[in-house]
């Protein structure tokens, strides 16, 4: 069959190639000949067209019901139609922030693995541990997306095709993750402790005597996401002048404008164009320009700071940044701009912990019990070391983990198949898209008691309990998040420089209110994420 559809589609472009090229022959005969003859021609040229039209059509229809034909009895919801498939559906519970909850309700009706279809595009949805464990390991068979949203924003350069994090997979991924990773152990974690502490509670005091002296109610999401953003001086960007942790306002505005602007430009054509004429999306655009000239006068100050030391700080991450896209020029031609996508990501990734550190205050604040022993824990806590804190904080912990199987930064993962295989007695095509989504996953009642409570005690004895390839925070194999050790110091570390002397409440009238956007790739709380702060009594 798919030999056919090769066949036929070669034959309507060769056909359609002919017939624009004898309408071209033609119209430009009739430019030379006399008016009787231009007749003629302009018949020749509005027939090649018609001609064009109805072959692409009749390619186009074929091809659909081949498609179609090729994916009868493949478990999964009904269609709207031939030519929306389950979009519209699906558009409608995203718009009232039900998506997710739809999936597992696709899941639990048509099995953990089902296609489902947008327009005339059949794709994959699964949470089978077992295909997971595939999708995630088996890099030749499953590649990363290529179109992911936040590599740009309406043609305006984000993060690129090229970032350690964002590269689909390949040599060039593997050589700069190379490079990159010893950066993130839990090894070198521990001898950059001091350093980040000293930057994490440096920043939190700040943003907290701002927020006193202001007494206005704490957006936890704008909170951390300055903090996080002032933290990275701590890795070397700050330079001499203090270049990012004086503008961290101004770095966590943009991220915000970018993580809410960037999925929708996947819209129809209508919305797009305007979109691209809304005054928020053309301010944000002007940011992005400005994050990246910050960027770029980083990366000037820190070649020139390389050049004349003669070799990398092992703690300055810029400085790897370099490192990765110089021994990549000897592969490829790897240019600045390539140097600085890895920077814009290190500017959005680390915003990451921020939108968990956010979730995680909602939830406990909202469970007494909870917030006690945290907030007890946190206040004897020794922090003297990387090794001390985590022995001080083995509740607060367990209560990160249940935030971050509520509530994972990133709701859902994709993969593309590279060749034809056969996937749980599922015949899947080269191409077919595959999405596998941890919102979907961390809530399953196959694989959780009591699947949408926050209980940390659930945590008890670690991770090691839980059925591989069902919890996926920091996803999991080779393309396992590599900042997985610096994320939970940095979150404990900003836990107890909040918690060691201040409590934390929600604003009066909003004591049960919580609610997350989960429309888009990341997830944070829109409601209930307004608190009060108060010096610990006593």
Known sequence: MKAVVVAFKRTAQFTAGIFVLLGGVVYMSGIKTAAVVSFASSYGLISSLVMVILAYCLQTITLYVIVHKNHEGYPGPVRENFFSGNYYTMRQRQDKNELFDLLTEWTIEHGKTFLFWRFNTPKCFTVDPDIIRCMLTDLSL???????????????????????????????????????????????????????????????????????????????????????????????????????????KFHNLCIQRILKWVPLQLQTPIETWKMKRNPEVIETLEMVKK??????????????????????????????????????????????????????????????????????????????????????????????????????????????????????????????????????????????????????????????????????????????????????????????????????????????????NYDMRPVPGQEKDKEWDLRFTIVKPIKGHLVNLFPVKG
Not at 214 to 224: G, I, K, P, T
Not at 295 to 308: A, Q, S, T, V, Y
Not at 346 to 371: C, G, P, W
Not at 372 to 395: F, G, P
Request: proline share 3%.
């Open 142 to 248: 499953f590649a990363k997306a290529e179109v992911i949203p936040n590599r740009t924003l309406f043609s305006q350069r984000i993060t690129g095709t090229s970032s350690f994090l964002t590269v689909e997979g390949g040599q060039v991924w593997a050589r700069k993750r190379k490079t990159m990773s010893p950066y993130f152990t839990k090894i070198h974690m521990t001898s950059m402790f001091e350093v980040c502490k000293e930057s994490i509670l440096r920043a939190t005091k700040k943003q907290i005597a701002e927020s006193i002296t202001s007494q206005d109610a704490v957006n936890l999401v704008e909170f951390y996401g300055e903090i996080f953003q002032y933290f990275l001086g701590a890795f070397g960007f700050d330079l001499d002048c203090e270049l990012v942790s004086s503008n961290a």
């Open 291 to 500: 994050l990246r000239q910050i960027g770029r006068h980083i990366l000037d100050f820190k070649h020139k700071e390389l050049n004349e030391a003669g070799h990398e700080d092992e703690n300055d991450i810029v400085h790897m940044v370099i490192k990765a896209n110089e021994d990549e020029k000897e592969q490829s031609s790897i240019t600045q701009e390539f140097e600085l996508d890895d920077i814009m990501t290190i500017f959005l990734v680390i915003d990451n912990m921020a939108k968990t550190l956010a979730s995680f205050f909602v939830e406990v604040i909202r469970h007494q019990h909870v917030y006690d022993k945290v907030a007890s824990e946190v206040r004897k806590a020794d922090i003297s070391s990387l090794h001390a804190m985590d022995n001080s904080l083995i509740y607060t912990e367990m209560a990160i983990l249940e935030c971050l199987r509520l509530h994972p930064t990133l709701m859902r993962g994709i993969r593309v198949l590279q060749s034809d295989t056969t996937v749980k007695d599922l015949d899947l095509y080269k191409r077919t898209m595959i999405f596998f989504g941890q919102l979907v996953l961390h809530r399953h009642p196959d694989f959780w008691e009591n699947p949408n409570d926050f209980i940390p005690e659930r945590f008890a004895n670690g991770t090691g309990f839980i059925e591989p390839f069902t919890y996926l925070p920091f996803v999991a194999g080779p393309r396992v998040c590599m900042g997985k050790h610096l994320a939970m110091l940095t979150m404990k570390l900003a836990i107890v420089a909040t918690l060691k």
